[in-house]
C-alpha cells in the first residue's frame, strides 16, 4: 500500500512570491491535516481538510490556506512568502474518524531567500 | 489549552542501554488520545503508538514499552536494549476528543533526540 506523498521535496523562493504543495494520502484516506516544522516552533498544526471541507484550523494567518479534491488529495498554498516562512511541511492523512493515528509524508522542505 | 512537554532536549547512550523518553501532557478534556511518533533523519515522521485516556495498561511492543499514568500526566517511552537504529527524534503528541468535527489535531511536544552509539 503506497504511503503518504508529497511533491515536490524541496523548493526554493523568494519573499513576496507564492508557493502550491501537495500531498496524495493512503488510499482510502479521507482527512488530511498539514503540519508546519521549524527548529524554533517545532511541529505546529496547519489545518485538517475532510471531505473537501476544512474541518479544524491552527494559529496561522490567512496567507496559508488549503483545499481538498474529491479524491481527497490536498493542496497547500502560501501566499505573500516571508523568511519565517521556511520550514519543513509535513502532510498526514488518516481514515476519517477523529483521533485515529495519522500517517505522514516525508514532507516538503521549503526555503525562502 | 493542550500542551505536552517533553523536558529531555537530547539523551546519548550506548547500544545495549535502556533508555526512558518522558512526556508531560495538560489537558482539561476528559477524553483524550495521547502518541508517540519517530523521525528519523529522513524526516518522514513514523507512527509507534496510540493509547486512549481510558486505557492506563502500559503496553509492549518488543523493545518498546510505554508507561500512561493519569495521575501524574505522564506518558513515558522506554526503549529496552537500545540500538543504533532506534537514534531518531521521539515525539508525543495530544489530540482531544472534543476537537471540533471530531477531527484530527495533534499537539506535539518539542522532541527528544536520541542517539544512540556503538
Known amino acids: 500500500k503506497a504511503g503518504v506523498t508529497q511533491t515536490p521535496r524541496y523548493l526554493i523562493k523568494t519573499r513576496g512570491q507564492q508557493v502550491t504543495l501537495s500531498c496524495s494520502p493512503i488510499s482510502g484516506h479521507r482527512s488530511v491535516s498539514w503540519y508546519q516544522q521549524t527548529p524554533g516552533q517545532g511541529l505546529q498544526f496547519l489545518f485538517e481538510?475532510?471531505?473537501?471541507?476544512?474541518?479544524n484550523k491552527g494559529n496561522f494567518p490567512g496567507r496559508f490556506s488549503g483545499r481538498q479534491f474529491s479524491n481527497s488529495r490536498s493542496e497547500m498554498n502560501v501566499s505573500t512568502l516571508e523568511l519565517g516562512d521556511s520550514a519543513l511541511y509535513l502532510c498526514a492523512s488518516s481514515p476519517g474518524q477523529g483521533n485515529q493515528p495519522q500517517h505522514f509524508g516525508d514532507g516538503t522542505r521549503l526555503s525562502i531567500l | 489549552a493542550q500542551k505536552v512537554t517533553q523536558a529531555q532536549t537530547e539523551i546519548s547512550v550506548v547500544e545495549k542501554e535502556d533508555v526512558t523518553l518522558d512526556c508531560v501532557y495538560e489537558t482539561r478534556d476528559t477524553t483524550y488520545y495521547l502518541f508517540w511518533y519517530k523521525q528519523p533523519p529522513s524526516g518522514e515522521l513514523v507512527f509507534l503508538i496510540r493509547?486512549?485516556?481510558?486505557?492506563?495498561q502500559n503496553e509492549i511492543s518488543g523493545r518498546y514499552s510505554w508507561n500512561f499514568q493519569k495521575s501524574t500526566s505522564s506518558f513515558n517511552f522506554t526503549i529496552t536494549a537500545s540500538q543504533v537504529v532506534d537514534s531518531a527524534v521521539y515525539f508525543c503528541a495530544l489530540s482531544e476528543a472534543g476537537v471540533t468535527g471530531g477531527g484530527n489535531k495533534l499537539t506535539f511536544g518539542t522532541g527528544t533526540q536520541l542517539k544512540v552509539e556503538l
Open positions: 493509547r486512549n485516556s481510558f486505557d492506563e
Open positions: 481538510y475532510f471531505s473537501e471541507t476544512q474541518r
